[in-house]
Structures are given as C-alpha cells and as structure tokens.
C-alpha cells in the first residue's frame, strides 16, 4: 500500500520583510488530519510561515507543496480555492452581521446549492453558535467569535485549516471551549496548523508540535513527547526540566 501524501510539505522556506528575513530555511511536513502545534518565543516567525503558507507573504526561496501540489507561486485567492484556509490572529468577521450571515459569507467563493445545509450541520456541531444565530457578531463574546470565525473557515470546505493564537485574550473558560473546537474539528477530518502563545495547552491537543527559534525549526515530535523534552520544557514551557 502507497503511503498517504502529507496534507502539507514545506522545504527550505524562506521569507521576510523586505530586507528582514524572518523564515531561513523551515522543513515541516503535516499528515491528513492532525493538529501540529508551532510554538516558540515572540518573533521566531511563528505567524510568518502562516503568511507565506497562505501566500499572503511571498516566500524568497523553498517550496510549498499542499495536497501534492506545487503552490509556491500561487496567490493566496487560488490557495483559497484548494482548500487552504488561514483564520488569522485578532477578530476577522463582520460585525454588522448576524452569526447566520456570517457563515454565509464564509461561503462567498462557493457556487453550488449546499451551503444552507452546510450552516446548519455547523450549528450541530457548534451549539453555542446556533443559539446566536441572529445575534451580530460585533455582540459576541472574543470566545464567540474566535468559534464563528473557525465555523466560517468550515464553509469553504477546506482540507488544510492554519489557524493563528486562537486563545488570545481569551478567559481560561473560553480557551478551553475555543480548543475543544479545534480537537472537533480535527476528528472531522481537517488538517490544522495552530500557531499558540498557550504552549503547554496547545501540545495537549496536537499530534505533533514543532518550536520555531530564529526561523528555523530547533525542535519537532509528538506533543506528549514535546510536553516531556527537558529542554522544551524549560526553555518554551515555563516548566521545570
């Protein structure tokens, strides 16, 4: 039997701004429905590769190769098109619209007649959300939107799913809710990249972790085994070795 393609393959990726290079040289490669987890210190270039992945920020050099596909030098409108959403860091909904339109926004680039069924498959997995579906999203607690936002990215139907500090600003209670909705989401079957200041929370949830320091990968491995590497622990965890 073939082995199963990554979800995502990354190779020598490089990318900064302007004459700043943040990204110098990252390797990474994802599996079909897993959570990885990027930690590491402010300014390792954490949300960096989620940009250049997106194709919000051109990578100068490496590639990107998503479901077995080439997509260095595809704009982030085509990535879109394949599957590869981002739900960026900080409030990206409508607040002048309802959570129902919302998620019908979501749904902009699609043309096929699913996408009410859609809406409300996602109030079945998303309680919460069905409880506010005529609330605007301006009105919703940052746990709230933080779960519409995921639930719009949901509409796109999409394979690859980079998602960057969900639990920011977040009270414990909400982060809680806001990573149980990502674990959910994986049992679906999507594949999530998660960028997340709330290092030892986000290892608990993820298949694997990788720490990124001056852009580059220093460490990789499952998340247990992340949650256990004494200098992990020390240097990224606040823990003791």
């Given at each position: 039997?073939?082995?199963?393609l990554?979800a995502?393959?990354?190779?020598?990726?490089?990318?900064?701004?302007?004459?700043?290079?943040?990204?110098?040289?990252?390797?990474?490669?994802?599996?079909?429905?897993?959570?990885?987890?990027?930690?590491?210190?402010?300014?390792?270039?954490?949300?960096?590769?989620?940009?250049t992945i997106?194709?919000?920020?051109?990578?100068?050099?490496?590639?990107?190769?998503?479901?077995?596909?080439?997509?260095?030098?595809?704009?982030?409108?085509?990535?879109l098109?394949?599957?590869?959403?981002?739900?960026?860091?900080?409030?990206?909904?409508?607040?002048?619209?309802?959570?129902?339109?919302?998620?019908?926004?979501?749904?902009?680039?699609?043309?096929?007649?699913?996408?009410?069924?859609?809406?409300?498959?996602?109030?079945?997995?998303?309680?919460?959300?069905?409880?506010?579906?005529?609330?605007?999203?301006?009105?919703?607690?940052?746990?709230?939107?933080?779960?519409l936002?995921?639930?719009?990215?949901?509409?796109?139907?999409?394979?690859l799913?980079?998602v960057?500090?969900?639990?920011?600003?977040?009270?414990?209670?909400?982060?809680?809710?806001?990573?149980?909705?990502?674990?959910?989401?994986?049992?679906?079957?999507?594949?999530?990249?998660?960028?997340?200041?709330?290092?030892?929370?986000?290892?608990?949830i993820a298949?694997?972790?990788?720490?990124?320091?001056?852009?580059?990968?220093?460490?990789?491995?499952?998340?247990?085994?992340?949650?256990?590497?004494?200098?992990?622990?020390?240097?990224y965890?606040?823990?003791?070795?």
């Amino acid at each position: 039997m073939a082995a199963e393609l990554p979800a995502l393959e990354v190779r020598g990726l490089r990318a900064g701004y302007g004459e700043v290079v943040v990204l110098r040289g990252v390797d990474l490669a994802l599996q079909p429905g897993t959570i990885t987890a990027v930690i590491g210190a402010n300014g390792a270039g954490k949300s960096t590769l989620l940009r250049t992945i997106f194709g919000l920020l051109r990578a100068t050099s490496g590639t990107i190769i998503f479901a077995g596909e080439d997509i260095t030098h595809l704009g982030s409108h085509g990535r879109l098109g394949k599957g590869l959403v981002l739900v960026p860091q900080g409030r990206c909904n409508f607040p002048m619209m309802t959570v129902d339109e919302n998620l019908q926004m979501g749904a902009f680039t699609r043309t096929d007649r699913g996408v009410r069924s859609d809406i409300e498959r996602i109030y079945q997995e998303f309680e919460l959300l069905a409880g506010r579906r005529r609330v605007l999203a301006g009105n919703l607690s940052g746990g709230e939107q933080q779960l519409l936002e995921m639930a719009m990215a949901l509409m796109i139907k999409p394979k690859l799913i980079l998602v960057d500090e969900p639990s920011l600003g977040l009270s414990p209670g909400m982060q809680q809710l806001v990573f149980g909705a990502i674990t959910r989401l994986r049992d679906l079957g999507t594949t999530i990249l998660m960028v997340e200041q709330n290092a030892v929370q986000a290892l608990r949830i993820a298949n694997r972790g990788i720490v990124i320091e001056l852009g580059v990968v220093r460490h990789e491995g499952t998340g247990p085994s992340m949650l256990q590497n004494p200098e992990v622990r020390r240097a990224y965890l606040g823990l003791p070795a």
